[in-house]
């Protein structure tokens, strides 16, 4: 298996333009979560989808983020607009069943906001 | 303090050395899980250990889980340049998602 995939793997943008991250989790995977992990904060959790459902998405900072499942096999996390503290390293994960399983992480995008 | 977070926030040790970490948590938990973290990569499962465990292995790896006094400690024996990384405990309250630690930076020296 190729593990998760994400993509891009680096974003530089400039505040106020739209990003979109995107995630291919492990194929039979009903679990994906994604993260964002900074040098202040550690590693965050945004939110996290079961068989294509939000089941939690608390750690979503505010309204400029958004996230979609629209099959098993893709993912989206969407920035709108960006701002520059929105820099950080964003990864995407999967994990087999439930939220508390192993979860493999993708290699993340580095996304900064100038 | 945070659910889960480890101790200390940095060691550095000589190749061949054993290197131990430790995490601690508040609240009780489903499981518990250790990850390494290399520069610049996504981080990589260790190991998983469940609250009626105390101690797992895996190669040059040892957990132990004290639930009593909410604490686990990750060993790794003989310790190789290739060990250097960052290494983050996750615990999982139960009905709760992963929190993970701020981590545990390793250095290695040849």
């Known amino acids: 298996d190729a593990g998760v995939i994400q993509s891009p793997r680096h974003e530089v943008t400039e505040m106020g333009q739209e990003v979109t991250l995107r995630c291919k989790p492990i194929?039979?995977?009903?679990?994906l979560f994604w993260y964002r992990q900074t040098m202040m904060r550690g590693l965050e959790l945004l939110i996290y989808?079961?068989?294509?459902?939000?089941?939690?998405d608390s750690g979503m900072p505010e309204d400029r983020f958004s996230a979609k499942m629209p099959n098993a096999s893709f993912s989206t996390l969407k920035i709108q607009p960006s701002e520059p503290r929105d820099s950080a390293v964003y990864f995407c994960?999967?994990?087999?069943?439930?939220?508390?399983?192993?979860?493999?992480f993708g290699p993340g995008t580095r996304l900064t906001v100038l | 303090s945070q659910q889960g977070e480890e101790d200390p926030q940095a060691l550095s040790i000589q190749e061949g050395e054993n290197a131990t970490m430790n995490c601690s948590y508040k609240?009780?938990?489903?499981?518990l899980q250790w990850y390494r973290q290399n520069s610049g990569r996504g981080l990589v499962h260790l190991i998983l250990?469940?609250?009626?465990?105390r101690e797992k292995h895996s190669g040059r790896l040892r957990v132990t889980l004290d639930t009593s006094k909410k604490s686990s400690s990750l060993l790794i024996t003989a310790s190789r340049a290739a060990d250097t990384a960052s290494y983050f405990c996750?615990?999982?309250?139960?009905?709760?998602?992963?929190?993970f630690g701020p981590g545990t930076r390793l250095s290695v020296l040849p």
């Open positions: 994960a999967s994990s087999l069943v439930q939220s508390t399983d192993t979860q493999y």
């Open positions: 194929s039979g995977h009903n679990s």
């Open positions: 989808f079961n068989n294509n459902v939000p089941i939690d």
């Open positions: 609240t009780s938990i489903n499981n």
């Open positions: 250990i469940r609250s009626n465990e």
């Open positions: 996750a615990t999982a309250p139960y009905g709760q998602n992963f929190v």
